[in-house]
């Protein structure tokens, strides 16, 4: 698609005026349509051409879903980096755990050699 044809488009489907404007298929063709146009003139002039139609409308719901993928994906990365660091540090916490039980074992088994005369 070039550049005038893209904006043709984009101006004829701002003229558009669905007679059910929640069809699916429809909205799912203008979001096709859309797609290419936005890649060949860029989201901001086809925002601009398509200003406060139906068209537009759907331009700007395909933002809303797009940043709220975008969101959710930011917020998964950052669970999944908490629970590594959660991960982490309840391994850092075991390790540390059992270096005092070994170090309370070696000081028992000291004591009982001592007072039992055994010796190393």
């Known amino acids: ?53 139906w068209g537009g409308s759907v331009l700007r719901s395909m933002q809303e879903h797009y940043k709220a993928k975008q969101a959710a994906r930011r917020a998964r990365i950052e669970d999944e980096t908490n629970a590594q660091k959660l991960n982490e540090e309840k391994k850092r916490l075991a390790q540390e755990k059992h270096q005092q039980r070994l170090a309370l074992k070696k000081e028992r088994d000291r004591a009982w050699r001592e007072t039992h005369g055994k010796v190393e």
């Open 1 to 53: 698609m070039n550049l005038l044809d893209a904006r043709a488009i984009a101006r004829a489907l701002s003229e558009v005026h669905p007679a059910d404007p929640s069809d699916g298929k429809l909205n799912g063709a203008a979001r096709c349509m859309l797609f290419d146009i936005c890649l060949t003139i860029g989201e901001a002039e086809t925002a601009h051409v398509l200003g406060d139609s």
